[in-house]
Nanobody, 122 residues
Framework: QVQLVESGGGLVQAGGSLRLSCAAS????????MGWYRQAPGKQREMVAR???????NYADSVKGRFTISRDNAKNTVYLQMNSLKPEDTAVYYC????????????????WGQGTQVTVSS
């Protein structure tokens, strides 16, 4: 089992910045792509950003130019730097990882963190 723990959420004014962190622990044979998703009340969960093991990134159109995803493979940690925050960014942010837990697994599994609240006031 792989555990993901997010941190760094909170309350911030519009135009401000926050940096989210997600640390993976447990039995990890190989960590593949990692990403951040968010869900606002009454809305569907959406992909915010993803990053591969070699640093290739993918962003939702709504956050391009404002958010930056990065990772530290040695620490099995992924980060999300959020700048120029808007009220519409308010949501619970979830960390996601595609990982292989044991050496003889035929496929990877999808893991999720518990979520961290980000609230942007106007």
């Amino acid at each position: 089992q792989v555990q993901l723990v997010e941190s760094g959420g909170g309350l911030v004014q519009a135009g401000g910045s926050l940096r989210l962190s997600c640390a993976a622990s447990g039995v990890i044979f190989r960590m593949n792509s990692m990403g951040w998703y968010r869900q606002a009340p009454g809305k569907q969960r959406e992909m915010v950003a993803r990053i591969t093991t070699v640093g290739s990134t993918n962003y939702a159109d709504s956050v391009k130019g404002r958010f930056t995803i990065s990772r530290d493979n040695a620490k099995n940690t992924v980060y999300l730097q959020m700048n120029s925050l808007k009220p519409e960014d308010t949501a619970v942010y979830y960390c996601n990882a595609d990982a292989v837990s044991t050496w003889n697994s035929r496929k990877s599994d999808d893991y999720w963190g518990q979520g961290t609240q980000v609230t942007v006031s106007s």
